[in-house]
C-alpha cells in the first residue's frame, strides 16, 4: 500500500474536471517520500463541485489549471509546490517545499513567481513567506530545521558550503560560517556508530579532512 496507489484508485472516481494538488501530487510529480499510505488524498476541484470520498478537497484557484500526469490530472509543479506550503506549521512547510526544490522538480524562482501570483486567500501570506525562506539546499528535512533554528538565533549560515584550500576541494559541509571557519553537520541516529561517522567523513572529503577548519 502506497500514496500512489491510494491517489490511482481515488483518480478511477474523480469528478470532471478534477486533479490532485498538495503531497498526492507531489508523488506523481516523482518527489520522493513526500507522503506514504497514511497521509489523506488531496484532489482539488473545479469552483462549484464538491466531492466526499474520504479524500481532503480544494477549489482551483483563479488562474490555475491542471496539468497531466499519466492518467492523473494535478496542478503544474511550481503551483503543486505553492499548495504544499499555503496550510500548516511554517517552518514545517519549509521542509516540504526544501525537498521538490531540492530534486530540481520545483525550481525555487518559479515557486516564488507562482507564490507570488497568488489572489487573496487562506495562507496566500503563508506561502510567499515560505517561498522567500526556502532554499532547497537541504540534503535532510532536519538539515533545514536547523538551519532555520539558526536564523532565527540570528545567525544564518551558508548551507551546503563547499571548503576549499590551496590544494582544491576539502568537502562539502550541512551549514558553515567561512568567516569563522566553522563547519556543522547535521548526523542522524544512524550517524551514531564510530565507522559510519569516519565514512560519512571519508565520503564528504575524499580525503583526510585538512585546512584548519573547526567542525561540530
Do not use: K
Not at 121 to 126: L, M
Not at 164 to 186: K, W
Not at 197 to 214: F, H, I, K, N, V
Request: aromatic share 4%; net charge neutral; with cysteine.
Amino acid at each position: 500500500m502506497t500514496h500512489r496507489l491510494l491517489v490511482s484508485a481515488a483518480g478511477l472516481a474523480l469528478p470532471a474536471g478534477g486533479g490532485f494538488t498538495g503531497r498526492s501530487a507531489a508523488v506523481l510529480s516523482g518527489v520522493p517520500d513526500i507522503a506514504g499510505p497514511e497521509d489523506p488524498v488531496e484532489a482539488v476541484l473545479p469552483g462549484g463541485q464538491r466531492w466526499n470520498a474520504g479524500v481532503r478537497v480544494r477549489t482551483l484557484l483563479p488562474g490555475q489549471h491542471l496539468v497531466r500526469h499519466g492518467p492523473c490530472r494535478s496542478l503544474p509543479r511550481a503551483d503543486t509546490a505553492v499548495d504544499l506550503i499555503r496550510f500548516g506549521d511554517r517552518d514545517e512547510a519549509v521542509v516540504l517545499l526544501d525537498r521538490p526544490v531540492q530534486a530540481g522538480l520545483a525550481p525555487r524562482d518559479d515557486v516564488r513567481a507562482a507564490a507570488a501570483l497568488l489572489p487573496r486567500c487562506r495562507g496566500s501570506a503563508r506561502a510567499r513567506w515560505v517561498a522567500a525562506v526556502a532554499d532547497g539546499l537541504a540534503a535532510s528535512p532536519q538539515e533545514t530545521r536547523l538551519r532555520l533554528l539558526l536564523c532565527r538565533a540570528g545567525m544564518p549560515p551558508v548551507a551546503q558550503h563547499v571548503v576549499r584550500d590551496a590544494e582544491g576541494f576539502v568537502a562539502r559541509v550541512d551549514l558553515a560560517y567561512p568567516e569563522l571557519r566553522v563547519a556543522i553537520e547535521d548526523d542522524g541516529l544512524w550517524h551514531a556508530e564510530r565507522q559510519t561517522l569516519l565514512d560519512d567523513a571519508a565520503a564528504s572529503t575524499g580525503s583526510t579532512p585538512r585546512g584548519g577548519w573547526s567542525s561540530t
